[in-house]
């Protein structure tokens, strides 16, 4: 009981946990643990806390670690000064990796805020002037270079480099690396393009039979006909599609037609697939003509009138080795419908490879 007059100092709204000891010795220990609001633990904060007895007196500091970031921040800078001082001999040695730490961390600090500065397009880039392809070809790079930026700064904040030099050099191999990848990637593209053409230049050739055969390979390839293309059914019925997506199926024979691929492109989560894309292929040899257009268009009516999602446009390409040419001289584009031959897309797409590949190797490290 306190004596008459006196009362206990209000509670401190903070508090702490127990603490994990780290290290013991005899005049002291260091340990770490949390401290948080009473009210909101949610609010909390890691602690190092070191205790030293310095002639029977307890003295007791505390290190508070904001949040994940900082204690990140920390281990680098620790990992940065590590290797240097395991072989230091002299106060001159510790001074210059105490430098070398804060000049990578700067660096770090700068890539991670800007990672643009990794992707900067010489100024002397008129990207109004370029054609619709150079102008396809310099996004895609784009994209790659952002990726590549990011992988850069994961890279340097686990090899910490000592100085700028070797950070230049990491770079330099990092992107030699990703751009040698790229450079495959577009030839194995373009190989490919070569070979698909042989097959459909050979009437001879299987529409839908065999691993070789057109569908198949345009199945495995669809970016060959549009890189933005998603294939959602293939060689499926019209009423399997219909009954996926929980609509109601149509009677007679018109349920059991098979386009040979339903693609969407641009898909957003908020208003739907906003185009459909319907594919219908022939055999090699086959020219394009009026029953063709009649059996896709009746694709199309079908999946437009019971597809119950917003969709902006429903597309439909028909694609063989030649078009009849009343087709030529009256194109359905009014009705979403275009007529393709092989040869059409296969030339566009060589064209748009074979250019992407020479921006790639004349222009290695603007990637």
């Known amino acids: ?27 002291g220990s260091l340990g770490v643990k ?43 800078a620790i990992d940065g000064l590590w290797p240097e001082l395991t072989s230091t001999k002299s106060g ?12 990578d961390q700067k660096l770090l600090g700068l890539i991670s805020k800007f990672p643009n500065l990794l992707t900067t397009l010489p100024e002397d880039v008129d990207i109004l002037s370029m054609p619709e392809e150079h102008k396809e070809a310099l996004r895609q790079l784009l994209n790659v270079s952002g990726e590549m930026a990011g992988a850069a700064i994961d890279r340097l904040a686990q090899e910490t480099p000592t100085d700028i030099a070797q950070f230049v050099e990491i770079l330099k191999s990092f992107r030699l690396a990703t751009v040698n990848s790229l450079v495959t ?9 070569d070979k698909f053409e042989g097959v459909v230049n050979d009437e001879s050739s299987y529409e839908r039979t065999g691993q070789d055969s057109v569908h198949n390979l345009l199945k495995a390839n669809i970016w060959i006909l549009d890189q933005n293309f998603v294939i959602l059914h293939e060689d499926t019925t019209i009423n399997q599609i219909l009954s996926s997506s ?55 009516v079908i999946l437009q009138a019971r597809s119950g999602v917003p969709i902006e446009r429903y597309e439909v390409y028909l ?16 009705a979403d419908i275009t007529a393709w031959t092989y040869t ?4 566009r797409a060589r064209k748009f490879y074979k ?13």
């Open 344 to 347: 059409d897309f296969i030339s």
């Open 185 to 193: 990637s577009i030839a194995t593209k373009i190989a490919f393009i």
């Open 246 to 300: 929980g609509r109601q199926t149509v009677n007679g024979t018109a349920g059991n037609t098979r386009p040979d691929f339903l693609c969407l492109t641009e898909q957003n989560g908020d208003i739907g697939n906003r185009r459909i894309i319907i594919i219908e292929i022939k055999r090699p040899g086959i020219k394009i003509g009026l029953a063709h257009v009649q059996q896709a268009l009746g694709y199309k």
């Open 34 to 76: 949390v401290g948080y609001v009473r009210e909101h633990p949610e609010k909390n904060q890691v602690v190092l806390e070191q205790i030293r007895i310095i002639k029977g007196t307890v003295e007791q500091k505390l290190f508070y670690i904001r949040d994940a970031k900082d204690w990140n921040d920390i281990c680098t």
């Open 355 to 367: 250019e992407y590949l020479d921006i790639v190797k004349e222009n290695p490290f603007s990637v």
């Open 92 to 103: 001159d040695q510790i001074k210059e990796a105490v430098r070398h730490a804060i000049e």
């Open 319 to 334: 694609i063989g080795s030649e078009i009849d040419a009343t087709l030529q001289q009256h194109p359905l584009t009014r």
């Open 1 to 27: 009981m306190l004596p008459d007059g006196y009362t206990l100092p209000p509670q401190s709204p903070y508090t702490y946990s127990d603490s994990v000891v780290i290290r013991k010795w005899a005049g």
